[in-house]
Each structure stands twice: as structure tokens, then as C-alpha cells.
């Protein structure tokens, strides 16, 4: 059921302690189950587009980055990782990432 879905991702991004690589996840998730487009998820959302833009950018970073980012005890700043994120090329992702 679409709409019991979509309240479970929502209550899930309206935690505080939710790490930016769950919120870039459930983002997509939302996007790809109801068709979505960034400004339809945003209007949904109640967000902006911007913060819908620059939350998805999470999901260009390599896998290995995204799994470490999880797993750590300090929360990493979520500017930090938009950075990481504008750069192209993965093997230099990781090495900003390090």
C-alpha cells in the first residue's frame, strides 16, 4: 500500500538522529514508488527543491563511502558531505571522504 509506504518514510525522515545517507535513501525510495520528480518530492515533502537536490547528490557517492558514512559513531556534517559529493571523480570522493 503507497500511502502506508510513503507514512513510514516520512515519519522515518522527520527523525532527528536520521544520518543524510537515510534521508538521500528514502528520498529516492519516495521518488521511484510514487513517480516523483525532485520539485514534485519537494512539494510533498514540504521542503525546497534545493534541499531535495542536494540531499539525492548523497546517492552519486561511491557505495563504500555511503556504508562508512552509516556506520560512524560522530555524526558527519551534512555540508561536508554535499562537498564530497560535487566531485566527479569517485577515487577522489573516497580520498576527501579519508
Known amino acids: 500500500d503507497h500511502s502506508r ?3 513510514q518514510i516520512i515519519e522515518n525522515l522527520g527523525r532527528r538522529e536520521l ?17 516523483f520528480d525532485q520539485q514534485a518530492l519537494a512539494g510533498y515533502l514540504r521542503v525546497s527543491t ?6 539525492l547528490a548523497l546517492n552519486r557517492l561511491p ?5 562508512e558514512g552509516l556506520r560512524t559513531s560522530e555524526p558527519v556534517p ?5 562537498e564530497i559529493a560535487k566531485v566527479s571523480d ?3 570522493q573516497r580520498e576527501l571522504w579519508r
Open 5 to 7: 509506504l510513503a507514512t
Open 78 to 82: 551534512r555540508s561536508l558531505l554535499l
Open 50 to 55: 534545493a534541499t531535495v537536490n542536494e540531499t
Open 63 to 67: 557505495e563504500d563511502v555511503r556504508q
Open 90 to 92: 569517485e577515487d577522489a
Open 19 to 35: 544520518n543524510p545517507f537515510e534521508a538521500a535513501a528514502g528520498y529516492q525510495q519516495l521518488m521511484v514508488e510514487f513517480d
